[in-house]
């Protein structure tokens, strides 16, 4: 009888354990991005799209920047925020090679995160003043007609993905059960 009330109190308690645990691990993250973690474009995007999997707000003035090979820098424009969607346009700039956009948001339970998503350019890309306006012209339609695969989920730089926080109750769980059991059999 004892052990049976200990073991409903240990299943209780582990259950309340992990209803308390939900909120922390419910943390928003990036979704999708466009341009999309590894993907390798012929020409560069006009627009940067991140898509979170819950509402954020822009952390800073400068919440998106992206760099690439030899100290190439886009100039982005200015961030706007539609629930779990920000998106700017940037105006590309360098040579063929990896691309890192860096982002830094804050989510709707106010934590702020930052993240990368990292990609290539097959070509390089001129500086704005060398390109006829025919030439920018005709390059945007190109970028809106193929857009780019979506991303996978991606975990902001700093947060521990779901599954560890997951992984981490269960082992909790799973010791406790463990410690009971072998402090009833002692007391028989």
């Not at 940067?48 to 090979?69: E, M, R, Y």
Request: glycine share 8%; net charge neutral.
């Amino acid at each position: 009888m004892r052990f049976k009330r200990f073991g409903a109190s240990l299943l209780v308690t582990g259950l309340a354990l992990l209803g308390a645990a939900s909120p922390a691990m419910a943390h928003s993250e990036l979704k999708s991005s466009d341009p999309a973690r590894g993907a390798s474009l012929a020409t560069p995007p006009t627009q940067i799209k991140l898509t979170f999997s819950g509402p954020v707000t822009l952390a800073d003035d400068n919440p998106i920047q992206i760099t690439g090979p030899e100290n190439a820098s886009w100039t982005v424009g200015r961030a706007e925020v539609a629930g779990a969607v920000v998106t700017a346009p940037v105006q590309a700039v360098g040579p063929a090679g990896e691309y890192t956009l860096r982002y830094k948001v804050t989510f709707e339970d106010s934590h702020a995160a930052s993240g990368s998503v990292k990609f290539n350019l097959s070509a390089p890309v001129a500086t704005p003043s060398s390109q006829s306006p025919a030439t920018s012209q005709a390059q945007a339609p190109e970028n809106s007609a193929a857009p780019a695969p979506q991303a996978g989920e991606a975990t902001p730089e700093g947060l521990l993905p779901t599954w560890v926080w997951i992984v981490l109750a269960v082992a909790v769980v799973a010791a406790g059960v463990v410690v009971a059991l072998r402090f009833t059999r002692r007391k028989d």
